[in-house]
């Protein structure tokens, strides 16, 4: 998040409660694909950049 700022970014946000999304993803994946998908750590950043 520190670079983000650094490079003007503001209001950053990280979102961590991706499961729902993982679950339809590995619903339709052979089973250790799914289970792999289920197991990583993924998330979603949202940032503004202020014009100037």
């Known amino acids: 998040m520190k670079l983000l700022l650094e490079a003007g ?3 950053p ?3 961590r409660k ?3 999304i993982h679950w339809a993803q590995a619903r339709k994946m052979r089973p250790l694909q ?3 998908r289920l197991a990583q750590d993924r998330y979603a950043i949202c940032v503004t950049k202020p014009l100037r």
Do not use: P, R
Request: hydrophobic share 60%; glycine share 16%.
């Open 9 to 11: 970014f503001a209001n």
């Open 13 to 15: 946000v990280i979102d």
């Open 18 to 20: 991706l499961g729902a």
């Open 34 to 36: 799914g289970l792999e």
